[in-house]
């Protein structure tokens, strides 16, 4: 059986960058509720036009929305042999209805990952991050630069900036984060499956931390 993980921390810690790279170590699927609600925006759905005033302005989108859309995702086949779940749960009654719909059909969680970082490192990976909307690679303006300013060295295609990587849903996402999402760290905490990594470090330093929390 492969690992059922949660990655929690705030925006722009870093845990799409390692959740991706876990995922294919470990050849389980990595569920981004970010993800998940920006493929639905850009392909016009229903659903992507009622989450997107949300997304752009850093609020939360509706917990009845996502968590509907978690227990479809889990209940695909390929989440039966482990998942990742990256951005999700957020907020008190997420965690909540995740545990009834583990309880249904998956096993308990294994390990939650609590990715942290001090809040300048957080805005400076936010605002410099960038992204190709035509093959999806990431990058960072500093950190992990494109060959060529502005044009994806993958596919060629013009480099995007996420509408919330401005400086105002910024403001507000980490406001959020604080009010909604930070207080599960003491339920997974007190629940015994929270494993801190500290995130200030090299995208590598980061990585290796991870895999040594997987060890024991
Ligand atoms: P989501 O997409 O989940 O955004 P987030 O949690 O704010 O996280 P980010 O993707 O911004 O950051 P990250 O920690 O994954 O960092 P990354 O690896 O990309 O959610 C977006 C919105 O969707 C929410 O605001 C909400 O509206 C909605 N939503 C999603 N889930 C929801 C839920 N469960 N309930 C309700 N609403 C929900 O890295 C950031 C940058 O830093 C990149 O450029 C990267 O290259 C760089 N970087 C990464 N690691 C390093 C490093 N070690 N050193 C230097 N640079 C680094």
Redesign the pocket.
């Known amino acids: 059986m492969g690992l059922r993980l949660i990655f929690l ?11 991706k790279r876990l995922a294919a170590a470990q050849a389980i699927p990595h569920i ?4 998940i ?2 493929a639905e925006v850009n392909a016009a759905t229903p659903l992507g036009t009622q ?1 997107q005033t ?2 752009d302005q ?6 009845d929305l ?1 968590v509907a859309i978690v227990a479809r995702r889990l209940d695909r086949d390929d989440s039966r042999n482990g998942y990742l779940l ?6 008190a009654a ?1 965690a909540r209805a995740l545990e009834q719909e583990l309880a249904k059909t998956n096993g308990p969680i294994d390990r939650v990952l609590y ?1 942290h970082a001090p809040d300048d490192v957080l805005v400076r ?2 605002s ?3 992204g190709c909307p035509d093959c999806g690679a ?3 303006l500093t ?2 630069p494109p060959k060529v300013q502005g044009v994806c060295d993958r596919c060629g295609g013009s480099l995007t900036q ?1 509408e ?2 401005r400086p105002e849903p910024i403001r507000k ?1 980490l406001e ?1 984060y604080r009010a909604r999402t930070r207080k599960l760290i003491d339920h997974y905490r007190s629940a015994g499956s929270l494993v801190e990594i500290d ?1 200030t ?3 590598d ?2 990585a290796a931390a991870v895999a040594r929390s997987l060890e024991t």
């Open positions: 921390g705030p925006p722009g810690v870093g845990k799409g960058t390692q959740a981004s509720t970010g993800d609600l920006r989450a949300y997304m850093g609020e939360l989108v509706p917990d996502v990256d951005g999700f749960p957020r907020t997420q990715f990976r936010l410099g991050r960038r990431d990058y960072h950190a992990l996420r919330d990587d996402r959020v995130s470090g090299t995208v330093e980061i």
